[in-house]
């Protein structure tokens, strides 16, 4: 008499229906549901080690740069759900030991990974680039209200001409986002509103200026100011926006030592009205700042 059985034991059974749902929730987790611990721990590490290396070696921190980021994203998805449902179905045609995917499994790879993301997001926001929102008016008409930037904070010394985002002087732990108009060394002047660098009148066409030109005053250097030497190591920042904005003119210079990067692109922007979809500025996405 010959007996019938299963090859494998109804609790040994990998569905390839969860592996890729888990798959889609949280890449690595239908790794772990077919338990294959090692390999869902060389997905998450070669993710991460993937990006880091990538922004350390100098991936361009532009729009297309970032679509490129969004599409290996999609990319590492869709390779990851897939690997995870082949080997669902693979495992279940052979014989093998009962591998343990409990829940706490879950949870505790999860904890160990969402920790490690941690403290890769903080070093890529403390060297490398960070977002932040236009919340005032003072760089109009470059950078509005409601414009989402990415500030490329790899170490590169700012240059004239380049928006930047530093510590305000006065009050180191509020952060300011203003165009760099002369360097240490230079001589900086501003006669009747326009910009004078050396000597010579600065090509600046994003600056907006009133009509009117305040008289030289002590109390009000707007559009009067200098001529004054930068010190070794010292910017003199505008906001273009020139007639309503609070800069060097009023506070003085910015160390070098404070900034925390130049300003790249924009890569969102809501006007000042709402959030819906409807105040979306599509035009200004991925619009370079120079």
């Known amino acids: 008499m010959s007996s019938i059985g299963p090859a494998i034991s109804e609790t040994n059974q990998r569905r390839w229906g969860i592996a890729l749902v888990l798959s889609l929730l949280f890449p690595g987790w239908g790794q772990i549901?077919?338990?294959?611990?090692?390999?869902?721990?060389a997905i998450w590490g070669g993710w991460i080690v993937a990006n880091l290396c990538a922004i350390a070696l100098g991936?361009?921190?532009?729009?297309?740069?970032?679509?490129?980021?969004?599409?290996?994203?999609?990319?590492?998805?869709?390779?990851?759900?897939l690997e995870a449902v082949i080997s669902a179905r693979r495992l279940n045609l052979q014989p093998r030991r009962s591998t343990p995917n409990r829940w706490y499994t879950f949870l505790g790879l999860t904890a160990i990974v969402y920790t490690l993301s941690f403290f890769v997001v903080s070093a890529?926001?403390?060297?490398?680039?960070?977002?932040?929102k236009i919340p005032a008016g003072s760089m109009e008409p470059t950078l509005l209200i409601g414009?989402?930037?990415?500030?490329?904070?790899?170490?590169?010394?700012p240059q004239r001409g380049d928006v930047?985002?530093?510590?305000?002087?006065?009050?180191?732990?509020?952060?300011?986002?203003?165009?760099?108009?002369?360097?240490?060394?230079?001589?900086?002047?501003?006669?009747?509103?326009?910009?004078?660098?050396?000597?010579?009148?600065?090509?600046?066409p994003q600056a907006h200026l009133d009509v009117a030109v305040q008289d030289r005053s002590p109390?009000?250097?707007?559009?009067?100011f200098g001529p004054?030497?930068?010190?070794?190591?010292?910017?003199?920042?505008?906001?273009?926006?020139?007639?309503?904005?609070?800069?060097s003119r009023f506070w003085g210079f910015v160390d070098e030592t404070d900034v925390e990067g130049r300003v790249r692109y924009i890569y969102w922007s809501l006007d000042a009205e709402g959030s819906s979809v409807n105040h979306v500025r599509w035009e200004r996405i991925g619009t370079s700042v120079h």
């Open 164 to 204: 930047i985002v530093f510590r305000f002087p006065p009050d180191p732990s509020k952060v300011y986002l203003k165009r760099v108009i002369a360097v240490g060394g230079d001589s900086v002047e501003i006669k009747n509103g326009i910009a004078y660098i050396n000597g010579r009148q600065v090509p600046d």
């Open 124 to 132: 890529s926001r403390r060297f490398f680039f960070q977002a932040y």
């Open 228 to 247: 004054l030497a930068l010190p070794t190591g010292k910017l003199f920042v505008l906001g273009d926006n020139r007639d309503h904005s609070y800069d």
């Open 33 to 41: 549901y077919n338990g294959q611990f090692r390999k869902a721990l």
């Open 147 to 157: 414009d989402h930037i990415v500030v490329d904070k790899r170490a590169r010394p």
């Open 59 to 81: 991936l361009p921190l532009t729009f297309p740069g970032l679509l490129a980021m969004l599409l290996a994203a999609v990319a590492f998805y869709v390779f990851v759900s």
């Open 219 to 224: 109390t009000s250097p707007r559009d009067n």
